[in-house]
């Protein structure tokens, strides 16, 4: 029988302490061999049975304690002593190499004693050989070393954001022990002091940089200072100091100073958009994007600068109004170039956000919603239309041009609170232009009520859009007739006539009268009227003569002259192929005519530009005394002549119109709304009925007040028997 020699513990201790000794004698950099299998092999099988001994002869703790020890006494004994004595970055160098010779060391041991970890440790629930060497450097070594450490760290930091070189790798190495040691002790012990510090750092350089530096030299700086913070946790710090790290310097070099910064006298955000410096603008935008609530102060001041700018351009508008009233094309094409600068930023600089979209929106909003010189925004935005699509605009602009300025003009028209106030005074004129032969081509008219129609709807534009299609039936219908005539012979009337037949529901509405009409004009009439009763029978025709126009020649003594007149006029003239002379009330009896229009009338006539009747007494006004004669020697260097009537002032009319079209409109809001909620409260109708009809205009409270008694006398509501502010919808 063999029997197995028995390792005592002193002798098993004493082998150790050998391989031990071999191990601190490399790691020194003594002259000493490395290990070979062989004595790698004795090591670890003298363990190895010292484990698996019978008791009492198993000496696993007493390993384990050596192991402890042999760390315990390396550490004290090698490491220590020539730590305490370096200082700086030596002593950031010694420690590094202390660590790693520490690592070496715990990696070597491991292997000898592989035995505990893998049975012993295991079945006890002891720390591992590996917790056991860190446990033993944090206690020892890390604890006694890492505030000096630590505050060397900072100073190179500090070293380095002043422009200075330092050893990067070297700091790398020493912040990895903290991480190593414990992401807690990283944080505690490193993390927590560094960024106090860069907090006093960036809060001393924003109070230097903020009084020498201009705007964008700021904003390079601090981009420049982020931008490094990055670079720095990208080296040598750990990813968890990054958010950190930005978080302070974007509080103390970009909010605590963001009102100084953007406000700066010659270099602020103002005077950026002010000079175009669009770099700058991008920079300041990349700066305070991240940042919470970090681009409200910037889209402020955006808001403040073009509001500024729009009102001074108002105000240039007003100072500019001559007695024929506000220079409407060189107004509204100042704001369009102003929306189309600014704009440009929003998507450029600022990146399309929504705060800035906003932004714009309030300012235009305040800018296109002014009274200038008496004339609202919606009625210059209007003439400014008319004045685009009538031929002399489109001529003078070009195709091109002329169709992105009506992308323009839509834009605008989003910001104008009373969209069906610019509608009603479109209408009135795109009806004089269609009328009149004044329109530049339905082609523009089209894409115009196209781009309307997209933006704000169909119920916008389908009057305007029916009245494009009027026009052409009517001119196929002109045609027609004409058609009618030459096989017609004996029913010519003997002049040339042309009829615009228009679909009353679609216009504006037009004054009418009963005027009393000469023989020649009362025969074209008939002769149409015949033709016309051929081609429809369910039809009734209502003649406008106030938009009527004829071409008279008056025969003078020096030449005969062409005279381009309206119906009403050409009527008063053709009095005098009868006689010489008339008086006013003869004039009124034959015409049968109001005062009013008379007058106007009689002006146009005798007292204006051309004054082809004349006047007895000779003055500037027509009274009812006043006798007129046919003026034989008038004369004109040109051969045909337009005369106008005096302008009417067409404004009050149309407020009055749009007025009573608003009233409407908020009954059918009230209604629509009670008929689907059946009871509501006072204050919640209100507010839903202004949320309804804000779409095309800002319907007044005290209008829908008013509105809803009346709807309330016509058994539409009635109010709450219980609660007076409750309406309920009677059926």
């Known amino acids: 029988m063999d029997y197995v020699k028995v390792i005592g513990l002193e002798e098993g201790l004493s082998h150790m302490e050998v391989g031990v000794t071999k191990l601190t004698r490399i790691l020194e950099g003594k002259k000493e061999a490395p290990f070979d299998s062989e004595s790698y092999m004795r090591l670890y099988t003298t363990i190895y049975n010292m484990c698996t001994q019978k008791p009492p002869h198993d000496y696993s703790q007493e390993l384990y304690d050596m192991y402890h020890k042999v760390l315990e006494d390396y550490l004290t004994q090698r490491a220590l002593p020539c730590l305490k004595e370096k200082h700086g970055v030596f002593l950031l160098r010694k420690l590094v190499l202390r660590w790693s010779h520490h690592k070496v060391m715990v ?115 601090a981009e420049e200072c982020l931008r490094k913070e990055k670079e720095r946790v990208a080296h040598y710090l750990h990813s968890t100091s990054e958010a950190g790290l930005v978080e302070i310097v974007q509080r103390e070099l970009l909010v605590k100073v963001a009102k100084q910064l953007l406000e700066k006298e010659h270099s602020g955000c103002g005077a950026l958009l002010r000079d175009d410096k669009v770099d700058d603008l991008s920079r300041m ?37 001559t007695s024929s009233g506000v220079q409407d094309q060189v107004l509204v094409t100042q704001i369009m170039e102003l929306h189309d600068k600014y704009m440009a930023y929003v998507t450029g600089s600022f990146q399309s956000h929504t705060l800035f979209h906003k932004a714009l929106k309030e300012a235009f909003e305040v800018c296109c919603n002014k009274n200038v010189a008496g004339s609202s925004s919606a009625e210059l935005l209007a003439i400014f239309c008319d004045n685009l699509l009538s031929k002399g605009g489109i001529e003078k602009l070009g195709d091109e041009a002329v169709e992105h300025t009506l992308e323009n003009v839509v834009k605008l028209l989003a910001y104008i609170r009373d969209k069906d106030l610019f509608a009603e005074f479109y209408r009135k004129k795109q009806a004089r232009r269609l009328l009149f032969d004044r329109s530049g081509g339905e082609e523009h008219e089209s894409s115009l009520l196209t781009n309307l129609k997209q933006k704000i709807g169909g119920q916008f534009t389908s009057k305007m859009e029916c009245m494009v299609t009027d026009m052409t039936l009517a001119k196929e219908q002109q045609l027609d007739f004409e058609a009618y005539l030459n096989t017609c012979v004996a029913t010519k009337p003997g002049i040339d006539l042309t009829v615009t037949v228009l679909t009353t529901g679609f216009w504006p509405s037009y004054k009418t009268s009963d005027l009393n009409l000469p023989s020649e004009m009362i025969k074209c009439i008939q002769v149409f009227k015949a033709y016309y ?170 209008m829908i007040k008013k509105q809803i008694e009346d709807l309330i006398s016509r058994d539409y509501l009635e109010r709450d028997t219980d609660n007076l502010n409750t309406f309920k919808y009677l059926a």
């Open 107 to 221: 990696r070597w041991l491991a292997r000898f004693f592989h035995y505990l970890d893998r049975y012993y440790i295991g079945r006890r629930s002891l720390p591992s050989l590996k917790e056991v060497g860190m446990t033993c450097f944090r206690d020892l070594v890390y604890k006694e070393l890492h505030s000096r450490a630590k505050d060397v760290v900072i100073e190179l930091i500090h070293e380095e954001r002043e422009g200075g070189q330092i050893d990067r790798a070297l700091l790398k190495n020493v912040l990895d022990i903290y991480v190593e040691t414990g992401t807690d002790k990283y944080k505690n012990d490193f993390e927590v002091l560094m960024l106090k510090d860069s907090t006093s750092y960036y809060s001393r350089k924003a109070a230097s940089w903020i009084e020498e530096d201009s705007c964008p030299e700021y904003m390079q700086k």
């Open 285 to 321: 935008y990349r700066l305070y994007q991240p940042i919470a609530k970090g681009l409200e102060p910037v889209a402020d001041v955006f808001k403040q600068h073009i509001t500024a700018e729009g009102n001074a351009l108002i105000k240039q508008a007003e100072d500019a109004a």
């Open 533 to 702: 009763e051929q081609r429809t029978s369910h039809r009734r025709l209502m003649w406008v003569y106030s938009l009527g126009t004829c071409h008279v020649v008056g025969r003078f003594s020096a030449k005969p002259i062409e005279l381009i007149v309206s119906t009403y006029q050409a009527a008063v003239l053709l009095l005098f192929n009868n006689t010489e002379r008339l008086t006013y009330n003869e004039i009124v009896e034959q015409l049968n005519l109001s005062h009013e229009d008379l007058v106007r009338l009689l002006h146009s006539l005798s007292c204006a530009k051309y004054k082809i009747l004349k006047k007895e007494p000779m003055s500037k006004t027509i009274s009812r005394t006043d006798a007129f004669e046919f003026n034989s020697n008038f004369t004109d260097r040109m051969r045909r002549i337009k005369v106008p009537l005096p302008p009417m002032d067409e404004r009050k009319k149309v407020v009055e119109d749009v007025d009573k079209d608003r009233r409407y409109a908020i009954d059918a809001a009230v209604v629509r709304i009670m008929k689907s909620r059946k009871v509501l409260p006072h204050q919640q109708l209100v507010s839903e009925c202004v949320e309804l009809l804000s779409k095309m205009f800002k319907p007044d409270i005290k």
